[in-house]
């Protein structure tokens, strides 16, 4: 059996997304048993100059939403970044899992070979064969940034652990 840009990416992304949405239903609840505000750990960050929590959800859905549109050949759904609180970052990934899964397979699986050229940062873009770009940059990315969401989730006290971030653990 041979294994298919797109399932590989669902396949990953199906965890990532389950694993961000776990993060952050503890992490809000946690936050609650606090009497902590959304906007005091949505704009919590582990440097100042690292991105806070909220973007670093937005993140997730942006590498995932626009790699893999990107792949398809079409235009990424628009999200704006305006989340103020737990509940729209969560909606956000949903969203985000949603986008992904109406592409169309047969798109994102043609010629895995074939050259993609991307933006990569400001004034500055990349070419890489097709499974390169969704293994070593959409999927890296879009992990770097979850893992960052659960490191300042677990920092702020949230009771998560290795299998939240495998998308294994208990609500």
């Known amino acids: ?23 952050l239903a503890k992490g809000e609840a946690h936050a609650r048993s606090k009497d902590v505000e959304d ?4 704009n919590w960050r582990l440097a100042p100059d690292m991105f806070p929590l909220a973007r670093q959800v937005q993140l997730v859905s942006d590498f995932t939403v626009r790699g893999m549109s990107r792949l398809a050949g ?6 704006a970044d305006d989340e103020t609180s737990f509940a729209a970052l969560r909606a956000r990934i949903a969203k985000a899992r949603e986008a992904v899964w109406a592409l169309d397979a047969a798109a994102i699986d043609a010629d895995p070979g074939a050259d993609i050229t991307f ?14 770009y969704l293994q070593n940059f959409v ?7 979850a893992s960052t969401v659960y490191n ?4 702020l006290g949230a009771p998560v652990g290795k299998a939240d971030m495998m998308g294994m ?3």
């Open 152 to 155: 300042i989730v677990r920092q």
């Open 74 to 79: 079409v235009d990424p759904v628009s999200m």
């Open 39 to 42: 906007d005091i750990w949505l």
């Open 119 to 132: 933006p990569a940062g400001r004034d500055r873009e990349m070419t890489l064969p097709r499974q390169a």
């Open 1 to 23: 059996m041979s294994l298919t840009l797109s399932s590989v990416a669902r396949t990953q992304l199906d965890q990532l997304y389950r694993a961000l949405d776990m993060i």
């Open 139 to 145: 999927l890296t990315n879009a992990l770097f940034h």
């Open 169 to 171: 653990g208990n609500r």
